[in-house]
């Protein structure tokens, strides 16, 4: 089993629909990322947390919203999808600082 | 603000041959960089973390080097084959206890039979 887990892999949606994506963990891992990854532009973090109390922007956090519903989960949430939202995202999970990011296999996105 | 360059252009090299990767970065001095690789619909994995008073860091085919002064790192993997073929990225820390990291928009390597 993967020690990752995003939910779901695809999905494709409307604009002005709310979306939210679902990331569990088995690392037992206190740190939790969500990023986006467009073709040319790299992996930009949108939201980050250090445990269920610790909730902290990224990047590029406008129009996006998560929780930490546990150590082991941390969902994004798309309030109002919009077009340019269209994108693939990842969820990533860290121990200590100075260590290596573990990744999800990501959630493809597309939002007509 | 940082910036990280890895060259946008895929490098299609021959099989059996070293492939050369590069990771440029500005207004930065990385305590440690980290390379990933990524397959096409994955999630990037894990390859080296390589320190700022390390030159050079090796894992099987995998080498790494950091160069502070020219604010570069190459990545090199010898004897490529075409299951190396894949993206790679490079990754530098934010700093804090949050572990962020920058990402660069990675190169696409290609290794033909």
């Known amino acids: 089993d993967a020690d990752v887990t995003q939910t779901p892999r695809n999905r494709i949606t409307k604009t002005g629909k709310r979306i939210m994506l679902e990331c569990s963990q088995t690392k037992g891992h206190d740190r939790m990322y969500w990023y986006r990854q467009d073709p040319g532009l790299g992996l930009r973090l949108i939201y980050y947390s250090f445990d269920v109390k610790d909730i902290n922007k990224g990047e590029i956090s406008d129009g996006y919203s998560v929780s930490r519903q546990a150590q082991a989960k941390f969902s994004l949430s798309l309030e109002s999808a919009i077009p340019n939202q269209t994108a693939l995202y990842f969820c990533?999970?860290?121990?200590?600082?100075?260590?290596?990011?573990?990744f999800g296999d990501g959630t493809r996105l597309s939002i007509l | 603000s940082q910036k990280i360059e890895q060259n946008s252009e895929a490098l299609n090299i021959q099989e059996g041959k070293t492939a050369t990767l590069t990771c440029n970065y500005t207004n930065y001095s990385p305590a440690y960089l980290q390379w990933y690789r990524q397959d096409p619909g994955r999630g990037p994995v894990f390859l080296l973390l390589?320190?700022?008073?390390?030159k050079e860091k090796r894992k099987e085919r995998l080498k790494v080097t950091f160069d502070t002064t020219l604010k570069q790192s190459l990545f090199h993997i010898t004897a490529s084959q075409p299951a190396d073929s894949a993206t790679y990225l490079c990754a530098l820390p934010l700093g804090g206890g949050y572990n962020k990291l920058i990402f660069g928009a990675g190169t696409r390597l290609a290794v033909h039979p």
């Open positions: 390589i320190r700022e008073n390390e």
């Open positions: 990533a999970t860290s121990d200590s600082a100075n260590q290596p990011q573990h």
